[in-house]
């Protein structure tokens, strides 16, 4: 906000206050009559030693941008400075939001509660602090199965939905375990946890015990990593439970939501049982992590938002899944708009309900940062309609295996952060090849690392009769269980040493649009993004090899890539490299096409949609239920601006019209020329700048 404007609207709010009135009904437009089926929910930090300002820049929220629901932060990350609050601090943010909730009782103003932090509420408190597996105590975080903590938190937070009716109760992220810095980085490993693990496994660990165990990969060591990741769920569930039964004797009807922490699946993959146990009898809501902190980066999009797609498609359909579309810190020093209308359109094309929204900064001029507000505004009823549009669709593509609990067939360090790599290796790759994805029913099955570890046999081999591309440390871990037969793969062993410096395509023949057979492999010579792992393979003699590394003489050095038909039906192809490789080796045109044609091959059917010849496009489809039409959601991760660009679809939606969503939520024509199995489609693609098409009768 200008100056001379926050001037002007703090002086309106000044005259209305300081005559005791409540600001005038109806002055401004309805939030609900400007964005639709979308009504964020936006964080604000309000400063009660400046009502007045704060009370007018709610209002010019809501009346230049459409934005109606807030929630007070409180009691803020003041509690390291000050200490573990008192009971006093609860009743005095209960006063706050009753004061902020009567000063815009008629302004269609929503105020609620976030009660940020959560666990990591400060020193000095007479209850169990989370304990590291190292044996290091947290300074600030409470245990939340500390039964005299669990009384005391739960009490305070009842005190101000008791106070002040709040429409909404929302948890900080630290509401976790396993990440609550510096000390703790696995926990709780407290004595009244282990107490509780002695209880579940009757047989006491102490944590010396189960740091030994920890480090290791044995029978003991994942039967013991998923029990303990169920009791660090079951304690923080347990919580919640406790302050829905408070909350419940004094205004039921009061939501409550989770936002989500990054070491979700690491604590037990806690989302569901920890958002229902929050929920009780109202209608469960979670914010979903997916963004970028501090970072404008666009080609980090597809991994930043996968986690989201994954929880959305698993949780049941009647959470409310609110994107957390974060800021942080708020400013376009660290995010652009354009970072984050990227964010938003890419988890609204997912099928979000809605967004946590943090458009301001916590200080005394919340909107002294523009750029968001702005975008937000000029988006609204773009996203309303592609909201919309996607409400009877389902995401489609092929399917990146994603497995919560992963990492308990990783060993832990012993320090620093834990393994906490689910196995979605594969999500960059995709995302900027150009390939759709999705994370449920893909007709192909991507999977990587070493996360078939965790599978039973039967898991196995159900996944190997269908359609599977695998990363080389993904055929090392099956051919060492003893999969090899129905993988094509005669051996697999670890790379030691790369003698090669080119990945050569074996017949050229086999595919189409490739000129050449050339492609870089720098793992030799590692600089910059040029190195990565690699895997030995020996496929079986009926196995057919896509491509060889080389050396520089063109002579094949050992098979880089193969496809095949096992016993069973299933196809499966293999790549030497690791997915999470991003170098040149995995990032080229002539890779793009083999990756797309490879995929035809073991779907024995087309992509969806396939972005041709371009780089770094990012393409999301959903196709209609009804199957009349499919929503392409594409977004450039790359500088350079395309004037043009060109689909391969699948038969289906061949021949069909083009339309293109425009910024007043309307479709219009747009120019295009129907190709052989495609179109080209006279539209320009900026850096982060989503369009949004509908093939369609």
Not at 643 to 662: H, Q, R, T
Request: with cysteine; proline share 4%.
């Amino acid at each position: 906000m200008k100056r001379k404007d926050f001037i002007k609207i703090s002086a309106l709010g000044s005259a209305y206050l300081a005559s005791g009135s409540v600001f005038a009904q109806g002055e401004y437009t309805s939030g609900r009559e400007l964005t639709g089926g979308i009504d964020p929910i936006v964080p604000f930090n309000f400063f009660m030693n400046r009502k007045e300002e704060m009370l007018s820049q709610m209002i010019e929220i809501k009346k230049r941008f459409g934005l109606r629901r807030f929630l007070l932060t409180d009691p803020m990350e003041h509690v390291r400075l000050f200490g573990y609050p008192a009971s006093q601090v609860y009743r005095q943010i209960g006063e706050k939001v009753l004061y902020v909730k009567q000063q815009l009782s008629s302004y269609d103003i929503e105020v609620g509660w976030w009660c940020a932090p959560s666990l990591r509420s400060g020193s000095g408190a007479p209850f169990q602090y989370i304990t590291d597996l190292s044996g290091k105590i947290s300074s600030i975080s409470l245990c939340p199965i500390d039964p005299k903590y669990m009384e005391d938190f739960s009490e305070n937070v009842a005190t101000v939905v008791k106070m002040s009716n709040p429409f909404m109760v929302q948890f900080e992220d630290d509401y976790e375990l396993s990440h609550q810095p510096p000390e703790v980085q696995f926990g709780c490993f407290c004595p009244l946890h282990l107490a509780e693990f002695a209880k579940r496994q009757n047989k006491y660990y102490s944590r010396e015990e189960l740091f030994e165990i920890f480090q290791q990969v044995t029978p003991e060591s994942i039967k013991l990593r998923q029990a303990w990741a169920e009791l660090s769920r079951d304690s923080l569930s347990n919580l919640a439970s406790l302050i829905r039964k408070k909350i419940d004797e004094i205004a039921p009807e009061t939501r409550i939501m989770l936002c989500q922490s990054g070491m979700t699946d690491f604590d037990g993959d806690f989302t569901e049982a920890v958002t229902q146990a929050f929920a009780g009898n109202t209608r469960p809501s979670v914010r979903l992590y997916g963004t970028s902190y501090g970072s404008d980066h666009a080609q980090s999009l597809p991994d930043n938002v996968f986690h989201a797609l994954y929880s959305k498609q698993h949780l049941p359909d009647s959470f409310e899944c609110f994107h957390e579309s974060d800021t942080y810190p708020h400013n376009r020093f660290f995010m652009s708009a354009a970072k984050m209308k990227s964010l938003i359109t890419a988890t609204i094309s997912y099928g979000f309900d809605d967004l946590l929204f943090y458009p301001t900064q916590y200080l005394d001029n919340p909107t002294e940062e523009e750029g968001y507000l702005k975008m937000y505004h000029s988006e609204t009823k773009r996203l309303n309609a592609l909201k919309r549009a996607v409400s009877n669709c389902d995401v489609t593509g092929v399917e990146v295996v994603h497995k919560p609990f992963a990492h308990i067939v990783n060993p832990y360090a012993g320090s620093g952060r834990p393994h906490t790599d689910s196995g979605a290796r594969w999500v960059s790759v995709l995302g900027r090849l150009g390939i759709p994805y999705t994370s449920k029913n893909g007709n192909v099955r991507f999977i990587s690392g070493n996360m078939t570890d965790m599978m039973d046999d039967e898991e196995i081999e159900r996944l190997l009769t269908g359609n599977v591309m695998m990363d080389g440390e993904a055929a090392y871990s099956l051919y060492e269980k003893g999969w090899g037969k129905l993988i094509g793969a005669e051996r697999v062993s670890t790379g030691k040493e790369a003698n090669f410096c080119y990945e050569g395509i074996r017949d050229t023949s086999d595919f189409l649009n490739i000129e050449g057979d050339l492609m870089y492999n720098n793992i030799h010579a590692p600089a910059g993004t040029e190195s990565g792992l690699f895997f030995v393979l020996k496929p079986a003699k009926n196995a057919e090899i896509i491509t060889d590394f080389l050396d520089g003489e063109e002579k094949k050095v050992m098979p880089a890539m193969y496809r095949f038909q096992n016993s069973q039906g299933g196809r499966i192809a293999v790549t030497a490299l690791n997915a999470n490789n991003r170098s040149s080796g995995m990032f080229n045109y002539k890779k793009k096409e083999l990756m797309c044609q490879t995929i035809e091959w073991l779907a024995n059917e087309s992509l969806p949609v396939f972005v041709k010849d371009l780089p770094n496009v990012f393409c999301i489809v959903n196709k209609s239920r009804s199957a009349n039409y499919a929503i392409v959601t594409l977004t450039n991760l790359s500088s350079d601006t395309f004037n043009s660009f060109s689909l391969k679809v699948a038969p289906e939606w061949e021949g069909k019209n083009v339309e293109c969503l425009n910024e007043e939520g309307t479709w219009e024509k747009t120019k295009y020329e129907k190709l052989k199995s495609g179109y080209r489609i006279n539209l320009q693609l900026d850096i982060m700048k989503p369009a949004i098409l509908k093939i369609c009768d």
